[in-house]
């Protein structure tokens, strides 16, 4: 189910990831990513870039995204079931056609355990019929459980059985490495509780319209629930949220990895965070046993926990309530998922219409049994020379980054010495795991959708539980193979690319090799990146969580960062709403470093040689436009706003253009001046990796 756990709440996964854009999309835009005419060709005409989406009449210097993707945003309309457009989507919409028919094949030949599983799954969401005819009957356990609670102690045991499955906590649980010793796993608990995006949605102003319009979905569900007084419950919902939202951690402060480890005695709790029943709730959770477990927004949990006592029990259980009807709208009739889509969809993403039933279907199986259908799409859509081509390419961008190591000016040599004895350990995971997880025990019928929903998290909290204490499996992926993207790991010191994202643009192995140092070399580099931006800094080359930088080089890192972050505030993809920089910044160094490693590693590949020019463009210009390409985007403006207010990544028109903008070869590719827009002085560029 989907379920705002710890690291989702907290914004770290305690991994950095290259999107974090929800994945749905159309096919490719018809005029501008044809299928190849000869099967040695590469999917995107001409070379691997689309030379028809540019807009010529845009200077590059003026706005490099509109001068490479300009014709292609114009003339691509996003799908009417989609909040979001670009070249995440158009591959996460090919893998979702490609899991549908694993999906359907393992349904109509079951041949182990694992195709029944995922065939009655699937059946049971299918089955559209028998979930409207149940209406909301598969309800009543969980809200009788609800209305049953005598007691804030008993409020408090329901929201750590919660973990398992549906229903809401104001704390969230969690098993990752822990950050001072990664080969161990811990548990950690952030601060959660709010239906609405992120706490700037119950305290800025110009959200009021998205608070109107949850109280009325808060409302819809109640009464469709059958609970009692809905209208006065919602409000009392609001304004126990906005309470809670008060004491919450910023995005920005949940952003820094050494402030959110914060290990504590659970016999602590009572003393740190009173007013809140922590027995009860370790016990719910099933995890009573537990002696220590890491606090992450540890100075919001005495605010938090004081809200809790402070509020009436009506109150707590009406939003006990809501939780639950809106945690398994997706899995009832359709009214629930009317009434749950138009607020989350429509108000909160601006997106139109809900995807069909089968794209629904297919995500779920995906998020439950994700490596059942990770085996048969690695053996139907992963050629072996993918992997092979990659491992080359992860190489030549390690040895890029290395040598910008070893030249870098303003590193001394005593965190020089500590980098690079990170970068020579560096771990790489491409394609699939070496180990397959178990789904041995999970039970699922065919015609019980809201019984296999809450099963799959029970069993998923009980493998979790499990991990607490335990050594960290090396083998362990934290995305499955078709999954559309990439991350770094701080704990494991290690690069993850699932081999969903080895495909156009970011990668061809028939295109043109500068589009592919543009696509997925800076990719490589963005990941590499991360271990030696703002937060990944911070772990050390076995993963361990201290400083090993001088002050004085952690100062100069810091300054320089600064001038990165201004470039990005000073942008305003809505108007009056700018990119955080301090939100981003992660992310925007990864990307700056990534590019300039691009930049290196297709230098090198050439050996010496100059490198061809192609319709026109010098290598380096096809590096840039491979580039820009990757990040080719249409947002809905409430998409957008959501984005800009929660997301640490900016949007694609500026991860385009300012990386770009901060490299000094991209002003001689293109002969850019300081008459032109995005020109930036030489004085004025960012230059940090």
Avoid: C
């Avoid at 409207?132 to 750590?160: C, E, F, I, Y």
């Avoid at 109640?222 to 919902?237: C, E, F, K, R």
């Avoid at 991990?467 to 704990?491: R, S």
């Avoid at 050439?606 to 210009?621: C, K, M, R, S, W």
């Amino acid at each position: 189910m989907s379920k705002t756990r710890l690291m989702g709440a907290a914004g770290l996964a305690l991994a950095f990831a290259l999107s974090a854009q929800a994945a749905s999309a159309q096919k490719a835009h018809a005029g501008h990513a044809a299928p190849a005419a000869a099967a040695d060709a590469p999917q995107i005409h001409p070379w691997g870039f689309d030379l028809n989406g540019r807009d010529l009449t845009v200077k590059p210097g003026d706005d490099f995204n509109a001068y490479a993707n300009g014709t292609y945003l114009r003339d691509t309309e996003i799908p009417s079931d989609k909040a979001r457009f670009g070249p995440f989507d158009v591959l996460y919409e090919n893998a979702q056609s490609q899991l549908k028919s694993i999906i359907e094949t393992s349904a109509a030949n079951p041949t182990n355990a694992n195709a029944q599983k995922v065939g009655a799954l699937y059946a049971s969401f299918m089955d559209e019929a028998r979930v409207n005819q149940l209406g909301a009957q598969p309800l009543a356990a969980d809200l009788a459980a609800v209305r049953a609670v005598a007691d804030h102690s008993g409020m408090a045991r329901l929201m750590g059985e919660s973990h398992a499955g549906f229903g809401g906590s104001l704390f969230g649980v969690d098993v990752f490495e822990d950050l001072q010793n990664p080969n161990l796993n811990s548990a950690y608990m952030g601060q959660g509780g709010l239906g609405l995006p992120d706490r700037d949605y119950y305290l800025k102003a110009d959200f009021a319209p998205q608070r109107e319009a949850f109280v009325a979905y808060i409302t819809r569900a109640l009464t469709a629930a059958g609970w009692s007084n809905p209208a006065q419950a919602a409000a009392d919902i609001l304004a126990f949220e906005t309470k809670v939202a008060e004491k919450h951690w910023t995005t920005v402060e949940r952003r820094q990895i050494d402030k959110i480890y914060n290990p504590a005695p659970t016999a602590d709790l009572a003393r740190l965070a009173p007013g809140f029943d922590w027995t009860a709730f370790l016990q719910g959770a099933q995890i009573g046993d537990v002696k220590t477990i890491v606090l992450m927004e540890n100075t919001a949990f005495p605010g938090i926990a004081q809200v809790f006592a402070e509020t009436s029990l009506d109150t707590l259980k009406a939003w006990e309530a809501f939780q639950i009807v809106d945690q398994a709208g997706p899995y009832l009739s359709d009214a629930f998922v009317e009434s749950r889509f138009e607020f989350r969809g429509k108000t909160l993403r601006g997106q139109p219409e809900n995807r069909p039933r089968w794209n629904r279907g297919v995500a779920l199986v995906d998020g439950q049994l994700g490596e059942v259908l990770g085996q048969e799409y690695v053996r139907l859509h992963f050629p072996a020379s993918s992997k092979t081509q990659m491992e080359a390419l992860v190489a030549n961008l390690s040895a890029a980054m290395t040598e910008r190591l070893k030249k870098l000016d303003w590193m001394s040599e005593p965190t020089r010495e500590q980098a690079l004895l990170k970068m020579s350990k560096f771990g790489v995971k491409i394609g699939y795991p070496e180990k397959w997880r178990s789904y041995d025990g999970l039970e699922l019928s065919a015609g019980d959708l809201y019984g296999n929903v809450e099963r799959s998290s029970a069993f998923d909290w009980a493998w979790k539980r499990s991990k607490i204490g335990q050594p960290v499996d090396p083998l362990e992926w934290g995305m499955t193979p078709q999954t559309v993207n990439a991350y770094y790991n701080p704990p494991r010191n290690e690069i993850v690319f699932p081999a969903a994202i080895l495909q156009p643009p970011f990668f061809d192995p028939k295109a043109d090799p500068a589009v592919n140092y543009g696509g997925i070399g800076a990719v490589i580099g963005h990941e590499i990146t991360h271990g030696f931006d703002d937060q990944g800094r911070k772990s050390d080359a076995n993963g361990v969580l201290r400083d090993w930088w001088t002050p004085e080089d952690a100062a100069r890192f810091e300054e320089r960062a600064k001038v990165l972050g201004a470039i990005y505030d000073a942008q305003e993809p809505i108007p009056g709403t700018p990119i955080n920089g301090d939100l981003t910044m992660g992310e925007n160094i990864a990307d700056l470093g990534g590019l300039l490693m691009a930049l290196d590693a297709y230098h090198r590949s050439l050996n010496g040689q100059p490198a061809p020019v192609i319709d026109g463009l010098t290598g380096e210009q096809r590096v840039f436009l491979g580039w820009a390409q990757v990040w080719r985007e249409k947002s809905r403006e409430a998409a957008l706003k959501e984005q800009l207010t929660t997301d640490p990544h900016s949007p694609g028109a500026a991860r385009a253009s300012t990386p770009p903008r901060n490299i000094d070869a991209w002003y001689a590719a293109f002969g850019v001046t300081p008459d032109q827009a995005q020109y930036i002085a030489p004085e004025s560029r960012a230059r940090i990796w």
